[in-house]
């Protein structure tokens, strides 16, 4: 169990309990490198200069500055932020419940978890979990984290809460800026039909599980031949991408084809010849003898009105 990246209360009016909240996301089981000095093979380690002087700075000369002007910075102690502490700084106050369908995903930042810390406050905070739990709605807290006072939504998840941390208005860009520029096309309906289509056919449950990260694979694979000396095997390079469609209404169509073939058709099998069916090959020299093709030649010639007649009672007869 990692220790707490925060540690306060959990505050529903005067309903208050002690929490823990930890990170419900990482991203350090990804394969990393450390920078090395390829001379020596010893690790690197980076070192802070002063960019004027070019000296290095010990860590105890380092400090925090804000920028009034050009190279020039209002010093700001450790201390003095501390002082600034704000009642979010040790609780997770709810301010309001919201529906959760309201929330726009670009406002979305970092999962936690919300846990209880103690036996004590499990009965409150079981109230606070159950009272939202099928409402469809999510409470916002203030909480502060590194020194940053943070709006948190809280909802309920298995048996403790999942707090997704929210951005500010101010930090989430406007869509406009980006969209203007896409001209508004009128869509042929039996085009958007067959996208409709191709849809439809791809539609699935959505499970993390599937997901393969192919280039962690690889990564780790050339890892291991490299470690145990064996030959690295180049991957497959990437097929070319079509950046231009000539004819979308054809894409489309192909696209449908090719979807209706992959669910519908069986696994091939070798074709029956309909009884009756002659070979319909020509004779190759060399695989048989002057008179099988002769005698071939004239089983297929059109046949005299005077054989047809004689046939004809053998056929009725066979009936």
């Not at 959990?10 to 920078?35: G, M, N, W």
């Not at 009756?276 to 005299?304: F, H, R």
């Amino acid at each position: 169990m990692p220790r707490p990246y925060w540690k306060g209360f959990l505050k529903l009016s005067l309903v208050t309990c002690p929490v823990d909240i930890f990170p419900a996301a990482s991203s350090t089981e990804r394969i990393s490198f450390r920078q090395i000095n390829k001379k020596t093979g010893n690790r690197l380690r980076q070192q802070l200069v002063d960019e004027v002087t070019r000296q290095p700075v010990e860590s105890a000369d380092k400090g925090r500055g804000y920028e009034v002007d050009k190279d020039q910075y209002l010093l700001i102690e450790d201390d003095e932020l501390d002082d600034l502490e704000i009642e979010s700084s040790k609780s997770i106050d709810i301010d309001a419940f919201v529906p959760a369908a309201q929330i726009d995903k670009r406002y979305y930042d970092n999962p936690y978890y919300v846990v209880p810390n103690d036996s004590v406050g499990q009965e409150a905070f079981a109230v606070i979990r159950e009272a939202m739990r099928g409402k469809g709605m999510v409470a916002l807290a203030r909480i502060v984290l590194s020194k940053r006072e943070r709006v948190m939504a809280l909802e309920p998840f298995s048996k403790g809460l999942l707090g997704t941390t929210l951005r500010y208005a101010y930090e989430v860009r406007k869509a406009e800026d980006y969209f203007s520029d896409i001209a508004d096309v009128k869509i042929d309906t039996e085009m958007r039909q067959l996208a409709e289509h191709i849809l439809k056919k791809k539609e699935a449950d959505f499970d993390p599980i599937e997901f393969r990260d192919h280039y962690e694979e690889a990564l780790s694979e050339f890892i291991r031949q490299k470690q145990s000396k064996e030959p690295v095997l180049k991957g497959k390079s990437a097929e070319p991408v079509a950046t231009n469609v000539i004819n979308l209404m054809d894409a489309l169509r192909r696209s449908v084809g090719s979807s209706k073939a992959a669910a519908e058709t069986p696994a091939k099998k070798g074709k029956k010849r309909p009884v009756g069916q002659g070979e319909m090959l020509l004779p190759i020299a060399g695989k048989g003898t002057a008179k099988e093709a002769k005698a071939a030649k004239a089983e297929k010639a059109p046949k005299s009105a005077t054989q047809a007649k004689s046939a004809q009672p053998k056929r009725a007869a066979r009936r």
